[in-house]
């Protein structure tokens, strides 16, 4: 079942209550209990949300890799995104269910989110095996009063959040520093890849000069649209202004099984699997969506996007290297109340954010991307 935005909020805070309970009945002592009596960190990570955010976890996990050997098992909701990401880094993946009722046993046991919670830690023994590793998590208990947004609901937390960065100039992967606890001084991650599919994609698009677009979100709500999503009519504008510039390129639309199918498109790729988008993403000479997963992805293979920004806050999510598009009057609204992703604050039907960004104003900056990628084919 897909949790929505109010669903997972609470469930979010249950489980913290349930857990700040069960400390307080087992005891101190029995919390530092060694259960892994060896010279590795067994770490337990638990990164939440979805496909961007499990990328954007990863520059943590990566950091503790290069100061200590660690045995890592990956807790997750979507396996499939978990093992998209992780499988190069993870001894294994968990559902997220049992971590709950399993990460006291770990020496160290982290729930990423926009803040790091450390639900385990085994003192001695990381400052026996890593005293840097020590010192850092150290940190953070040290000082969590001053770095989290202690509030209840998930939609206010965060916007107090996205206010705090705004000022101090951080952002979705910086806010993970948790003040001086890490650095994350890069937004690129190791990604594996599958070799039969580059042989998949070598046989299909190897030889093909693309564009990509994703007409799709998470579905957080069953059966409705996030307020993100760029309107479907633009897309079929911008379709048609595309084929009439005779840009020598395929569009190539990406997405889940059940995705509309926008008019015009030369590809459909619908429900092939992430390692398949990968190689797809990789090869595309531009990819064309409102923020989310398949963007971060893109972004990791150097892939530059454009972006049509509407209710997600452009000073957390977007990356200097690609095109964000945005309304300057009227965007960033999210958080501001409970179901920000599908109801506009200001009460329009058709949130002026996303569409007040025309097709046109997109084709203007696809020619210039695709006149950058031919001018970098002739040198």
Known sequence: MILSIRSRGIKT?????????????????????????????????????????????????EEILEMADCKVTVFCDKPAFAKAIYRDVASEIKAYEVYDSEFYK??????????????SFKEKKLCVLSQ????????????????????????????????????????????????????????????????????????????????????????MVPGKKQLKLWNKEYYEELIKLIHAADMNIEIVQLGGKDSEKIKGVDRYIFG??????????????????????????????????????????????????NINLVNEECNGCMGLHEDWAYECYMGYKMAECINSIRAKRVLEELEKVIHENVKMLNK
């Not at 009596?37 to 990164?47: K, T, W």
């Not at 770990?106 to 639900?119: G, M, Q, R």
Request: with cysteine.
């Open 13 to 61: 805070t249950a489980v913290r209550a349930f857990s700040k309970v069960k400390r307080k009945l087992l005891g101190k002592r029995y919390y530092e209990q060694i259960f892994y009596n060896d010279s590795i960190i067994h770490l337990a990570f638990y990164p939440t949300g979805g496909l961007g955010d499990y990328i954007i976890s990863k520059s943590v996990l």
């Open 106 to 119: 770990y020496d160290l046991a982290l729930n990423v989110e926009h803040f790091i919670h450390v639900d």
């Open 132 to 219: 840097e590793l020590a010192k850092r998590i150290s940190y953070i208990c040290d000082n969590w009063d001053k770095l989290y947004v202690d509030i209840d609901r998930q939609c206010w937390r965060e916007r107090i959040q996205f206010e705090r960065c705004r000022i101090s100039r951080l952002d979705r992967w910086t806010e993970l520093r948790m003040g001086k606890a890490f650095d994350i001084a890069s937004k690129k991650v190791s990604i594996p890849m599958d070799k039969d599919a580059k042989s998949k994609w070598d046989k299909n698009l190897g030889n093909i000069r693309y564009i990509t677009i994703n007409y799709g979100a998470d579905a």
């Open 272 to 321: 092939e699997s992430i390692e398949y988008a990968k190689y797809v993403l990789k090869g595309s000479l531009c990819h064309i969506d409102c923020e989310g997963g398949l963007v971060h992805l893109a972004t990791q293979f150097g892939t530059k996007c454009i972006v049509i920004f509407g209710p997600t806050p452009k000073h957390m999510y977007a990356y200097e290297q």
